[in-house]
């Protein structure tokens, strides 16, 4: 596995790999691989001839310096499972690489900014818009993977693409989970036994929620019960609970259509570990 740190270095050689004719895929992350990202990876492996895995925590898409100081970080273990993953290239620049001055550019991503992750963490996707154009200038992949835990993010980045004419398709992967039903995040780390209990819960109450709407009670009704399950839930303090279109977010009436692909994502803290999930129903690929 070729590793890089340098921008400059990462494009010679992916340069020279392009002109062998061979397709790049790109998995940004974080880090603190799990097996969600694992899902990723195999899917880029599966549908190119070349994998590339980014590992940078973009301070630019925090706006709590507590969280950005807590994000686990492993650099040696995350090598070492890409390396046992037969990754073929980890871009693993430091902040002065990837921002050499404060980046005065900022997005205004619309109407993702006042809805859901938009509201409660402000400046958040200007952040992600900015680290993914660049990764996506620097890398030039024909496909880029990112997962559906993150739909807002993934709806997001398929706007960027098509917005500013990236020529990179969007593969949105499903959400990879624990036996118990706890989406798999970098965060769950740094949640205790007795906490990840509580966390469990978070897609239990989806699933209560899905199954509402598919015997039919309305929107504001599952949305209603959705809410009092989680303020049943001691320790977990829920910050959004909103049952909207999955393919952009957008308020549903009370009656959608038969063929709406409903969004139901959350919000809460489980502690002070900020955790987020969604379920998506029926599952289609988004026409953005
Ligand atoms: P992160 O390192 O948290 O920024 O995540 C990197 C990418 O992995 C993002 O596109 C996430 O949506 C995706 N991802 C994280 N957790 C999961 C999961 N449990 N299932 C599927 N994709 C995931």
Redesign the pocket.
Known sequence: MKKFNSIASLRLYLDAQRQEGLEIGL??????L?A??F??IKRSQSENDLTVVSVFVNPAQFNNPEDLQKYPRNVEEDLSKLENLGCDAVFTPGNEEMYSHEAILSFNVGYLDSIMEGRFRPGHFSGVALVVAKLFNIIEPAKA??????LQ??ILVKYLVKELNFQTQIVG?????EESGL????RNKRLSDAQLEIAKNIYSGLKLVAEKLNTSISIKDAQKMGKQFYADVEDFELEYLEIVDGQNLAALGDEPSSDTEIAICVAGFVGDVRLLDNICFPLKDSTL
């Open positions: 998995v940004p992350t974080m880090g603190a799990h969600g990202h899902e990723l993977y990112f997962g559906q835990k993150d993010q993934l992967v499903p959400i990879v989970r989406a798999m995040s970098s």
